[in-house]
């Protein structure tokens, strides 16, 4: 019987050592992180709000949109992957309906945070959160949807309130979340090296993650080394997926308005463009359903899997 993503999740973080996923947006990032090698990975509600509509990671996006992208992502890869539930999309009640749904669609885990709505990226000005009952509230209802589901789907809590309130703020709340059941905690926008090794402290038995924002995030980008001796489990790199690719395109536009197409080596070849997408891979399951005048037209060199 196969491993559900949930366990495949699970053992990887009971695995010795710190764990680095990258954030993906759609499902040719997903494949491109698994084919590099990743074990699993994160989707970015930021980089998905770009991705999908062209829009800031303000709350704009809706539940049902991020569940679409989530489901395309999902089947587009085997490695586990880790939903962006943002702040569960309401009260506790909404939470419950969030969680279920991420366990439907065949997610790992899935992290969700205390902001208000509207919602926003936690490295960008404003941040507000919810009183700590409320917070603490939406945790609980996460971990009672796991048990109403049963599924062993991976609850990631994250608290926003280092930058709404404070850096003792966000410990309590953290303490708090791991006390009603959360399997792993998140503080986001960390400050320095000492917030981030005071966070991995409390609650020893809970694995901590690291949102490593690039870029210019309020974060400092430790290397693995240094977050496995600060004492983190997992660590997210949400923006440079999407970083690179901005910056690919543009360059590549530069050149495509003065009739340059971008130069041998910052392109893939058309060969390696159909292998990474699945064309081969496809001809090869074609094959199998060949009728024979399939299998003619082959001989004759026009089989649908030899053509472009």
Known sequence: MAESPAKALRRILDSPGVHLGPACFDALSAKLVERAGFDYCFTSGFSISAA??????????????MMDQG?????????????????GYGNAMNVKRTVK???????????????????????????K???????????????DARKES?????????????????????LWRSQAFADVGADVLL?????????????????????????????GGKTPILNPTELKDVGFKIAAYPLSLMGVSIRAMQNALTGLKSGQIPSHGSIPTFEE????????????????YATSTDKVSSQNGTFSSGKE
């Open 273 to 288: 463009i159909k292998e990474i997408v699945g064309f081969n891979t496809y001809y090869e399951e074609e094959k199998r």
């Open 101 to 127: 749904d991420a366990i439907r669609a065949g997610y790992a885990g899935i992290f969700l945070e205390d902001q208000v709505s509207p919602k926003a990226c936690g490295h960008t000005r404003g941040r």
């Open 129 to 143: 959160v919810v009183p700590r009952d409320e917070a603490v509230m939406r945790i609980k209802a996460a971990i």
């Open 187 to 215: 503080i986001d926008a960390l400050a320095s090296r000492e917030e981030m090794k005071a966070f991995c402290e409390i609650a020893p038995s809970v694995p901590k993650m690291a949102n490593l924002l690039e870029g």
């Open 150 to 170: 049963g599924c062993d789907i991976v609850i990631i809590a994250r608290t926003d309130s280092r930058q709404a309130i404070s850096f003792d703020e966000s």
């Open 71 to 87: 489901r395309q992502i999902i089947q587009a890869v085997s490695i586990p992957i880790i939903a962006d539930g943002d702040n």
């Open 52 to 65: 999908r509509l062209g829009l800031p990671d303000v709350g704009l996006i809706s539940f049902g949109e």
